[in-house]
């Protein structure tokens, strides 16, 4: 029997389109060629704990109903308050606090937020799409299609979709994991300016609120791309400029590198989503500005009106 909607891909923007034809009444499968539902809202198992890699933390600002999903996850213990302070680094001098928007972190790893919206829907993963076309998906009728990944992900299953992002930044995720805390315990996290290999460093023990000794750094876009055929090139470069950024006097005990080709778009449209007859497109390109909440209200967005018709 064919869905109402397939949607291609399982980060939080499609789970999102596939929860609101859900709740509506609408029928939808969704497609992923992971081994688990996520996205860039990705957690790996590292020595025990689950570690963010992708998405650093998510936002709330004045999105109603995104806020109310946020309130359902507080409440059964899946998402917490984690800090409205970051640090700034700038020249490599010391960091400088720097107050902003309350940001939100999982204590079990952001994607069990992926999975909790993927719970009671019909998700198949390790399905590797290889085309798609207005009602059809490799060649089978597939009611409408629903493309919610990146653009250039999406290029390559069809042709691409007017109006969608194309440029996107790479980033390669660095864990480093030491047998104790050797930085300022209120870092929480920091955004690096003017330095070629890190972007940004976040103390992962402290978002997730176990206190674990373990530090995600992001690289600069410059050198993820000249690691993306071999990541782990990237841990030396990027662990001896967290130390020095840190001042940490010791080499961790554990490292790993995982490679995001397609991270964040270099812009957005403006548009909460795209749509034609048979086949449309929703993520966080589809806002105003790339973030989870934008890739969660652009997928529920998308998912209502299609169940509206």
Not at 38 to 47: F, I, Y
Not at 102 to 122: C, E, F, I, N, Y
Not at 153 to 176: C, F, N, S, T
Not at 186 to 210: E, I, K, Q, Y
Request: aromatic share 6%; net charge negative.
């Amino acid at each position: 029997m064919t869905s109402d909607v397939t949607i291609v891909g399982a980060g939080i923007s499609g789970l999102a389109c596939a929860r609101a034809l859900h709740d509506a009444g609408r029928t939808a499968r969704v497609l992923d060629r992971g081994r688990r539902p996520g996205g860039r809202l990705s957690s790996r198992t590292l020595d025990g704990r689950p570690v963010d890699l992708g998405a650093s933390y998510f936002v709330v600002g004045d999105d109603d109903r995104f806020g109310a999903v946020v309130a359902d996850w507080e409440r059964r213990g899946l998402a917490r308050p984690w800090t409205d302070t970051f640090q700034v680094i700038e020249d490599g001098g010391r960091p400088t606090p720097k107050t902003g928007p309350l940001r939100w972190a999982a204590p079990q790893g952001l994607r069990s937020l992926a999975l909790d919206l993927a719970d009671g829907l019909d998700v198949t993963s390790e399905r590797t799409v290889a085309s798609v076309a207005p009602y059809r998906v490799d060649d089978a009728a597939a009611g409408e299609v629903v493309l919610a990944l990146p653009a250039p992900q999406a290029a390559r299953l069809h042709d691409p979709v007017p109006g969608a992002v194309q440029d996107w930044e790479p980033v390669i995720a660095v864990v480093l994991r030491w047998e104790e805390r050797r930085w300022p315990a209120d870092l929480h996290a920091a955004f690096v300016n003017d330095d070629p290999d890190v972007a940004s460093l976040a103390d992962d023990g402290d978002r997730r609120g176990d206190g674990a000794p373990v530090v995600v750094a992001h690289t600069t876009g410059d050198r993820a791309r000249r690691h993306l055929e071999d990541p782990d090139a990237a841990i030396a470069p990027v662990l001896a400029a967290t130390r020095r950024l840190l001042g940490i006097d010791a080499d961790p005990v554990a490292t790993y590198a995982h490679r995001w080709t397609f991270a964040r778009p270099t812009e957005t449209t403006g548009e909460p989503f795209f749509r034609s007859p048979g086949l449309s497109a929703c993520g966080d390109a589809w806002g105003e500005s790339s973030s989870v909440r934008t890739a969660w209200a652009s997928g529920d967005a998308l998912g209502r009106a299609l169940a509206a018709g």
